[in-house]
């Protein structure tokens, strides 16, 4: 819980006398909000809504309101002015979590954490986990049920990781011999970093580095049944989608957003600050820059290509 005092510090806006000492203990949605519920408004229909719900504090953004001839005349003590609402929802969201991340280190009794294994503060191991030799995991992180984490793999703080994920598993990385057409698995001896603040969402896999590491970037978010090969660099603040799959050695650099079902190919780049659209398929070996530039199709390729292409077809 906070008082509506306290929410607007965190979102460097100001309250209104009237209100900043009321109380906080939940967010909600605007049908289901009470006096002491948080919800928020983008756009004018919502705002309307909003204030004419129960709610104790309502967010909504400064573009919303400025030069809104209904919202500037608005003076609902309630009203709290932020830079952009959903995203200051969301921060005050988990500021008011009654959390079990806070104090000592948390283990379910039927989650298995081998003994060199090391845990931070406020970290939580849900039901049915494994932790191998030498894992090492930052403070404040929620490790779900049944996650396994093999052996080495380091996890830095503030990290959540949903049921069923596997991180630091066997790359798929084989030689051939070409008289006999046998395959023999190349060493995947290497590691897995995963920086603070990322999140990996349930049954997710990212593969250990064969001789060096795979490493995924601070912030970054990762959806449901995502794959990582072996040797991956991810950098910050990436956003990869459900059933995204991305294949051995590539790189996604910092910034970069992939849509539901994107598949990349070996040693490619999707640089800085790309966006693939759902579905899109990255040739092995292909590098992809623009910033803000939007990929789409397969094999992949700027948006206004690719709809020209389709335009074309539905000529013929």
């Not at 929802?89 to 806070?102: I, T």
């Not at 995947?188 to 970093?193: D, E, P, S, V």
């Not at 449901?224 to 459900?242: F, P, S």
């Not at 992939?258 to 070996?266: A, D, F, R, S, T």
């Amino acid at each position: 819980m906070a008082s509506v005092g306290e929410i607007a510090a965190w979102l460097g806006a100001v309250a209104s006398a009237e209100v900043s000492d009321r109380i906080i203990t939940r967010i909600s949605s605007i049908e289901g909000a009470d006096r002491d519920a948080m919800v928020f408004a983008v756009g004018e229909p919502a705002l309307l809504e909003a204030l004419r719900s129960q709610a104790g504090l309502v967010l909504a953004s400064l573009r919303d309101i400025d030069g809104n001839p209904y919202a500037d005349g608005v003076e609902d003590a309630r009203l709290l002015k932020v830079a952009d609402a959903r995203y200051g929802f969301a921060l005050v969201a988990g500021r008011l979590k009654d959390s079990p991340q806070e104090g000592e280190p948390s283990v379910h009794p039927t989650a298995l954490v081998d003994e060199t294994a090391s845990l931070g503060a406020g970290t939580v191991i849900g039901p049915g986990g494994v932790l191998e030799a030498e894992v090492k995991i930052g403070a404040r992180c929620m490790i779900g049920p049944r996650v396994t984490i093999h052996a080495g793999v380091v996890l830095g703080d503030d990290c959540v990781v949903q049921a069923g994920a596997v991180l630091g598993s066997t790359g798929f990385g084989y030689a051939r011999n070409r008289e006999t057409g046998e395959y023999l698995l190349f060493p995947q001896q290497g590691r897995l970093i995963v920086e603070d603040r990322v999140e990996i969402g349930a049954n997710t896999t990212i593969d250990r580095g064969a001789l060096g590491e795979t490493r995924i970037g601070r912030g970054t978010k990762i959806d449901n049944l995502v794959h990582i090969g072996h040797n991956c660099v991810i950098g910050k603040n990436v956003v990869i989608a459900a059933q995204t799959g991305i294949s051995g050695s590539s790189v996604v650099e910092d910034g970069a957003v992939l849509g539901g079902q994107v598949g990349i190919g070996e040693h490619a780049t999707v640089g800085a600050g790309v966006i693939l659209g759902g579905g899109a398929g990255v040739l092995s070996g292909k590098k992809m820059y623009g910033k803000g530039e939007v990929f789409w199709g397969r094999p992949a390729r700027p948006l206004k290509e690719y709809l020209r292409d389709l335009a074309r077809l539905k000529r013929r």
